[in-house]
């Protein structure tokens, strides 16, 4: 019965994506769209589309298509992004940096409490209102601060010692980015971000065009 | 016939993570793996890895394994990285600096010979002798220094007009980070780095642990 439940990873990876889609049509004041249009946008089939929707109940009417707006909110709502999200970014260099300064999470609901580095120069620098503080300090501000999601954007070599001061200060989410696999206990979420392994697509279809196929 | 030669987009996907575990194995002087230890390292069958590598020939032996330096060479060589390809950055944020900045991508003979941007603040600032230069220089650096892989790290309002620029002087590839869809003409390689998607399939798996299954 469990395995029945269970929503398949390819599915779930879509998700976003539409998400993605009907945040343009709202901002571009649409408010209704057939399958068949929605398939024309994200390239993805309209059966497929509606199969994806029904794993959640199915939000379409026949003969009308999809409420944008009510669509985009159910979406969200099975994303969890109607929640507020507390993290902390360990590794204040540019890339950590470049997340604590995106306006796009703080949208979304991803609060940036605070970045930590152990680099003594950046200590005590704030990124728009973000301080960023010593490494040392870390565990205690995640357990007082009831923080819930790590971001690692560290060189490869700090990323499992970090991730170990996120398993026991009580995380519950880790984002990585940092090219190293890291081991925590299972009931953590990990997300990797692997961006050679994106790098090395691109350079394998630039020599490869024949495999290529587009995917947005 | 011409279907028959192409090499599914998911075996495509895993080839840089089978590059990435060599790699390490490398890195440990570990020089023979079976299909099996490979299997335990990636989480992927033992058979699911020979069935893709049989893909571009085969490289294992019946009771010995694989070769990892051969292996790892030999993949390098699929994916593209025994070449040295030449790029350039527009968007000279955060983001664009962490990218010039990290060596990793230089390692593997992507190398960055300029960032371009429009804030006046920026243009002539060096990031690791990379300068950067006003992006109405950018179309002409391209052409000058034959520069095929355009990577996108502006906001994304700008992400079209900076694809068009790099559609005009003869990109090959556009490794595009900014949060839109950008078209250009079919021959161009784009690949797609949403970080919103990664961050919102975190949220998703913390509210829908059933759901989750680890991946590397």
Not at 140 to 157: A, D, L, Q, R, V
Not at 189 to 211: H, P
Request: proline residues 2%; glycine residues 8%; charged residues 25%.
């Amino acid at each position: 019965m469990e395995k029945e439940n269970r929503v398949s990873i390819t599915v779930i990876r879509r998700l976003p994506k539409y998400y993605r889609y009907l945040n343009d049509l709202l901002n571009k004041g649409i408010n209704r769209i057939s399958s068949q249009e929605l398939s024309k946008m994200t390239g993805f089939t309209a059966s497929q589309i509606r199969q994806d929707l029904n794993n959640f109940g199915g939000f379409g009417q026949q003969g009308y298509g999809y409420n944008v707006e009510d669509l985009h909110s159910q979406l969200g709502k099975i994303l969890g992004l109607d929640k507020v999200y507390k993290s902390v970014i360990a590794g204040a260099g540019n890339l950590g940096q470049a997340i604590a300064n995106y306006r796009g999470f703080q949208d979304a609901g991803f609060e940036v409490l605070s970045l930590f580095d152990k680099n003594p120069k950046l200590i005590g620098i704030k990124i728009r209102d973000i301080e960023i503080r010593d490494v040392d300090e870390m565990e205690s501000f995640i357990k007082e601060n009831g923080i819930e999601i790590g971001i690692i954007t560290t060189p490869k070599e700090s990323a499992q010692m970090i991730a170990e001061i996120f398993e026991r200060s009580g995380i519950k989410g880790i984002w990585n980015f940092a090219p190293a696999d890291i081991k925590v206990k299972e009931d953590i979420i990990v997300e990797n971000v692997y961006l050679n392994e994106s790098l090395f697509a691109l350079s394998y279809f630039m020599n490869n065009k024949k495999d290529y196929v587009r995917r947005d």
